[in-house]
């Protein structure tokens, strides 16, 4: 008997290298090291003096002067000095040494070891330190499944004072969950199978302490009654998962449960997708990396608050076994399901994940976050995401923790007049009803919530990104994570 045949896909190396950010007391900068002077626009700001002729220190614009003894000098912009322009000044100026600024080029190391970059304000700049921060760290990653080794990971040291140290190691703390966020997304499907994800998951939850992880089988997806998961996963070779990720202090009074959509390829089942992006559907688990992203931050910050990160996976694949357009599918909390549409199937998996959490975990809040409609994508555009509320006060909050970490969220109604468009003739509810495609998917979503307070993140735009631009790569965003994890710590007061 011949041997079985290796996996011919390629597996990317996790974590993705990222910089290593020192801070340091304004001052006590490194010797040698590559210069890069911050500037900005204003009444009282502008172009030094040194700055090459006719150039403006716009968001993210660089211009290089004459070396030091063989090391760089940068000047980085940071336009009128907004936190998005000092995300992106932090983002240039880590790309810089390469000689090339574009976005998701990393500062690449000599032969010597990693690149050394020292970044100061100029006269009389005053940064916004946990925005510019942001962007050095995620403005270093860039996602690869190259044969080459990655360049070292640069070293930045950042001159900073030492009252606005506490703000700026939190910031870092909510890039890295943007990073985990990234890597998962971003890993191609053929490696990605749902155990892997999960696996993967684990991995980079292992350095966080205190939080627990379960990851459920196939097997025990029937003997619950997943009807959603399993129905949506049937079609492929690779079985469905279920992760559950647990934070659970002593402390904590109030818990949070955090529900991320982790569809690891989507092929549309039955109702395939159109050949044009069906590659970026690698991404459609951005939902689910974001909630591990989040739940390690979490930890990491040791905030005083109990959350729950929930992650049905599956991968939406046509086969003999796939689910077809009129089943009736039966979900978790005994509501039935018509199938409409099979490329519809982030719901049907999420579905699943919200009975499963008011039915189990007693929850105060509940937040779904998943690239559930293209809808979505065409009514925000790719750099907002979508958020639906069952009340004011909830709205309010997320889009708040998404200002707060630059992440953008516009409310969307959860139009009284649709809800009537997701009864179904055949079973308690259909699963693509017709009219606004994001509405009527949050109203579907909606009632197997019950009274529970809950809200909806459709991030079908901002996770992916093909225009780079800020600290964003092309690719995967990891967007959503850092809402997830300021929200969460509002929570906690």
């Known amino acids: 008997m011949s041997a079985p045949l290796t996996a011919p896909f390629a597996a990317p190396t996790l974590p993705t290298p990222l910089a290593e950010i020192r801070l340091v007391d304004p001052g006590a900068g490194p010797s040698g090291a590559a210069l890069v002077r911050l500037c900005r626009t204003g009444d009282d700001a502008g172009a030094p003096a040194d700055a090459p002729s006719g150039w403006v220190p716009s968001a993210g614009a660089v211009a290089a002067l004459v070396p030091d003894e063989g090391a760089g000098r940068w000047l980085v912009g940071a336009g009128a000095g907004g936190a998005k322009d000092w ?11 390469s000689g090339r600024s574009e976005p998701g080029v990393l500062f690449g190391a000599g032969d010597e070891g990693p690149a050394r970059l020292h970044v100061v304000p100029d006269d009389g700049v005053s940064p916004d330190w946990s925005a510019l921060a942001t962007g050095l760290l995620l403005g270093s990653h860039r996602f690869s499944v190259r044969s080459a080794q990655p360049a070292a990971a640069p070293v930045v040291t950042v001159e900073i004072p030492s009252d606005e140290r506490p703000a700026v190691e939190r910031a870092l703390v909510l890039a890295g969950a943007t990073a985990i966020a990234r890597d998962l997304a ?64 002593a402390s904590a009074t109030r818990h949070v449960v955090l529900v991320g959509k982790g569809i690891t390829f989507d092929t549309g089942g039955i109702s395939i997708k159109p050949n044009a992006g069906m590659a970026d559907m690698r991404t459609d688990c951005s939902g689910g990396a974001a909630v591990v992203g989040a739940l390690a931050a979490v930890a990491a910050l040791d905030l005083p608050v109990r959350v729950t990160g929930l992650v049905p996976l599956a991968e939406n694949h046509v086969s003999g076994s796939a689910y077809r357009p009129g089943d009736v599918v039966r979900h978790y909390d005994g509501r039935t399901t018509e199938v409409t549409n099979t490329d519809a199937e982030g719901r049907m998996v999420l579905a699943d994940a919200l009975g499963y959490a008011v039915a189990t975990l007693a929850p105060d809040v509940v937040v779904d976050v998943a690239t559930l409609t293209g809808a979505m994508k065409v009514a925000l555009g790719v750099r907002t995401g979508g958020l639906f509320a069952t009340t004011d006060d909830l709205a309010a909050a997320l889009a708040e923790a998404g200002a707060a970490t630059g992440e953008a969220w516009w409310r969307v109604p959860l139009a009284a007049g649709h809800d009537p468009d997701v009864d ?22 909606r009632r197997f919530v019950g009274d529970v307070p809950w809200a909806h993140l459709d991030i079908a735009g901002p996770a992916r990104c093909d225009a780079p631009h800020e600290e964003v790569a092309k690719g995967a965003t990891g967007f959503a994570a850092r809402t997830l994890v300021e929200f969460c710590a509002r929570r906690a007061t």
């Open 87 to 97: 995300r992106g000044a932090g983002a240039a100026a880590v790309r810089v040494a």
């Open 424 to 445: 179904s003739q055949l079973a308690d509810v259909r699963q693509a009803p017709p009219g606004p495609g994001g509405i009527v998917a949050a109203l579907f979503l």
């Open 186 to 249: 971003d890993s191609p499907s053929g490696a990605k199978s749902p155990a892997w994800f999960a696996e993967q998951a684990l991995a980079a939850l292992a350095a966080a302490d205190g939080v627990g992880a379960v990851v459920r089988d196939e097997q025990w997806l029937a003997e619950q009654g997943f009807g959603g998961v399993l129905a949506v996963g049937g079609g492929s070779s690779r079985p469905p998962r279920f992760l559950e990720l647990t934070w659970a202090p």
